[in-house]
Structures are given as structure tokens and as C-alpha cells.
């Protein structure tokens, strides 16, 4: 009680009722403390630091402002020294991430999204471990490729028309990091955490994953078959598939694997769905029909199979097939789904469907985390400095997530009020702008900062003898094309292949 008085004194409001701020705070100071005890180097530097992120009142344009804040009690050397010479323990925070409330659903399923989101780093040539990174461009240039660090968030989805997300890991991905085998240890990680704070048990339904077209979903779903999960993602609509092969009489040779395809660019082959029906969305309705039970043909030279084991069979890994067509009069091609569930009935493919719609709002938080928060503008050149300030916003950007529902502060003269109960969800701007409250409510962890003078530093006008080399971008892994190219050059001609 003491805690929610102090919580509405420093607000400045009167005649709220504490009791549905005390638990949001209660849960708001111990993931501070869980935060400020996985640094374990230069802790009260980088904590503060994530408190000067949180209470600037614009967005984040550079690193030295932040020394500025009355929340960071140390000078701007200490700021670099933190993110360069600091040190945090990833396991413990997303452990602590994990054990949050995830936003709730009504039939209590859990809904996760994974993309990845690049730091972009063109002039950074003494930076290691950069990758070209693909980046959409306008007009006759549509796409090009940027050195830059990606990373890869998983992340919990929430009902509704919302931009919060709930982020639960992040991993960046290395020059001989094999995607899909990154993405799919990532969701092992977090379901396995996820299960251990109690948020999925035996005989709940599986939690939903939902992914763009980038993804070799077929794969993922073979490597994680073991788990509560069930794939949803986007494919191309170029793609083909196929259902189970009818049943022939017994005789010689091998059995047919594939039956009759399913083309998603040609309608003749799309006359017999297993289930036809209509939904709405905010953008009008559409036509839905699923196919059950359809699988991908896998060969060697599919994406992610290029290291199967020789004279071994191929899995059938089988799914449901989802086509939304819009109505006519919007003018817009059908959008094609995959799921790893092969007989999705009605409400299922309702699921389905809607998660992978919800899964934009992690654009949003991409959003947010860059053009607010400043992840992308720190100049930083070591990764592990750039991984450290991705985890210090991860947990910058969930404890905004926590206070969403605390009272609002000082709402500006053309800010709209926000609508429906006090409970309702604040945006992720609003929250931020009245998080200072929140936190003089629950304190701070951190110790204050003991007096000290700066190091002399390089001589004025001596020139730096001790220059960082110059790093390659790229893949280390070879490429597996090559080798399918030489495969077939020596089928044709017979010789073998070095």
C-alpha cells in the first residue's frame, strides 16, 4: 500500500483508487531489480542508462544527450564506458522477460511473432561481423543491400487493435549463422522458458508462432515437431503443394509420396478446399478456404536441405494450406498462408489467420524502438556494445509495456484522451512520456555514483598509432548453391566434382 500512495503523491492525482496500480507497480519494481541484477559490470551505469532512455522527453538522437538526464547521476565517459566495458547477463533477462505477464488472449492461447530487424552500419568499416543486409527501397530502386548487423526478436502478441508487443528474446545474427538453425534454437530457448514460468501446460493448446515469407517454414517446423507449436507463415504465390497420394493396391515399386498439387498461381487447381468460409477485417472482408493435409515436395536443393543425410528419404512434412481473398472491389491479390497443424478445423483456421495479421504490430515496435528509443543511432563498433544496448532497450521498451495501464500524467493541450476505462491501454508515446512518474514511485536500484575525475585521455594534437583494422561484410559459410551446381555438372558430364 505504501508503494501505490507513493505512486499517486508523485502523479500528482487525487482520488484514484490505488489497487488496480499497486500489483502493475509491484511487478514494475521487481523487473527492475531482475534487470539491475543481470548486469554484472558497471550495473549502475547501464540501469541509469536505461532510465535516461525512458525519461527523455523526445527521441533519442544521440548517446552523449542521455548524459544530460537528471536520471543518469554520471558523466558522459561513464555512458561509453558502460555500453563498451559493461557487461550483462543475457540468461537472466530473458528469464526475467519471460516471466512477465503475456498479454491474454480469450481462449488463452499464446501468440508469438519472430522477425528480424537490422542495425544498419554502412560506414562502420572497422565493425566485425557484418552482413549485407536487405533493405526496400522506392522507385527503380526496390531493393538493395546495406552492411549491417541483423537481429532476430521473438516476441508475444496481444488481441486487439494495439502497438505493444511483449519482447522476449533477441539474437544477432553472425556471418557463419545459418538462419533458419538460429531461428529455430530461438524458439526452443523460448518455449522451454516460457513452459518453466508456468505460462503453457500440459493440455493447453499449442502457442502460435507467426513469420514472414523469408522463413523456410517447412524446415522450422520439421526441427521444432517435438514442441507446443504450430507454424504460421506467409509463402510466395508462386508456390506448389501437394496432398496425400490416394491409395493404390499393393505391387511392386515404391509408393507415390505426393498426390494431386495444389498450384497457389493457378485457380483450376484450387476447386476442391476442405474448408471455405468468410472473415472481416479492418480492411474489409475476405473469402477464406483452407486445405488440410498438403506438403511441400523437399529435395536437395530446397533451401535448408542441402546437409541431408544421402540415400535417405525426404520427410512429408504436412500442414494446412490458407488463401484470403479479398473482395473484388479492393483490387488486391490473395495472400497465401502455411501452417505446421495439418488438420486445422474452423476456429483453428480463424486462429490462424488472425495471428498472422496481428503479427504486424512488431513493425510498430521495430518502429519504435528506432525512431524513439534510438536503437540504430549509437555509433558503437564493437557487437558485443551493440548487443548490450539492444538488451538495455528490450528491457527499456518492457517496462513501458508494464506501466500501459497505470494512471496517465500530464496530458498536452492536443493529445486526444484516452478512450474507454482507466484501465485501457496507453500508446507506447504516452507511456514513456509519463513514465517518470512510475519510476519515482518504485525507486531505483542503482547506487549513487561516487565523485571522480577523468582520465587524461590521448595527448591533445597526437595522432592515433593504434588503428583498428578493417573488417570484411559478409557470409564466412560457403554457399550451398555451389555445391548443387557442381552435383549437376557432374551428372551431365560424368566427371566428379572437387
Known sequence: ??????????????????????????????????????????????????????CSPGPVTDLARLSLAPE??????????????????????????????????GDGRI???????????????????????????????????????????????????????LPLDAVRLGPGDDETEVTA?????????????????????????????????????FLLADLPLVLVARVRSGRVFYRDPAPRPRGPGMPPRHGEPVRCADPATQESPDLACSGATRHGPVAVAAWNRVHQALHRACGGWQDHPPRTRFPVVAGTLIRLAPAAAAGLPPMWLWASGPCAGPEETRSLWQCYLRRFDLEHAFRFLKQQLGWTR?????????????????????????TRTLPPGARLPWQPRRPGPPAAAAT????????????????????????????????????????????????????????????????KTGLNAK
Request: aromatic share 8%.
Open 111 to 165: 501468440r508469438l511473432a519472430v522477425d528480424v530487424s537490422s542495425w544498419l552500419r554502412p560506414d562502420a568499416g572497422t565493425s566485425p561481423q557484418r552482413l549485407f543486409c536487405h533493405v526496400t527501397g522506392r522507385g527503380k530502386n526496390p531493393g538493395t543491400a546495406v552492411p549491417g548487423w541483423p537481429y532476430s526478436f521473438v516476441a508475444a502478441l496481444g488481441p486487439g487493435s494495439s502497438s505493444w508487443v
Open 378 to 402: 549509437p555509433l558503437l563498433r564493437d557487437p558485443a556494445a551493440a548487443d548490450r544496448w539492444t538488451w538495455l532497450l528490450l528491457a527499456a521498451y518492457a517496462q513501458l509495456y508494464l
Open 72 to 105: 543518469f547521476r554520471r558523466g558522459h565517459g561513464a555512458l561509453y564506458d558502460a555500453l563498451n566495458c559493461g557487461h550483462a547477463g543475457f540468461a537472466r533477462l530473458r528469464r526475467a522477460l519471460a516471466g512477465l505477464p503475456l498479454p491474454s488472449w
Open 185 to 221: 534454437a530461438q524458439l526452443r530457448d523460448v518455449t522451454v522458458r516460457l513452459i518453466a514460468a508456468g505460462h503453457w501446460a500440459q493440455g493447453d493448446p499449442p502457442a502460435i508462432v507467426a513469420m514472414d515469407a523469408g522463413y523456410n517454414v517447412t524446415r522450422l517446423a
Open 1 to 54: 500500500m505504501a508503494v501505490a500512495v507513493a505512486f499517486i503523491m508523485a502523479w500528482g492525482r487525487t482520488g484514484v483508487e490505488p489497487g488496480p496500480a499497486e500489483p502493475a507497480l509491484a511487478v514494475l519494481a521487481g523487473f527492475r531489480r531482475d534487470v539491475h541484477g543481470s548486469f554484472t559490470r558497471r550495473a549502475d551505469a547501464l540501469f541509469e542508462l536505461g532510465d535516461a532512455v525512458l
Open 428 to 491: 507506447p508515446g504516452r507511456a514513456r512520456a509519463a513514465f517518470r512518474h512510475a519510476r519515482a514511485a518504485v525507486g531505483t536500484p542503482a547506487s549513487v555514483a561516487r565523485p571522480a575525475s577523468p582520465g587524461p585521455g590521448r595527448p591533445p594534437g597526437s595522432k592515433n598509432k593504434n588503428k583498428a583494422p578493417r573488417q570484411p561484410v559478409g557470409k564466412t559459410r560457403p554457399e550451398p548453391s555451389q555445391d548443387n551446381k557442381n552435383r549437376k555438372h557432374s551428372k
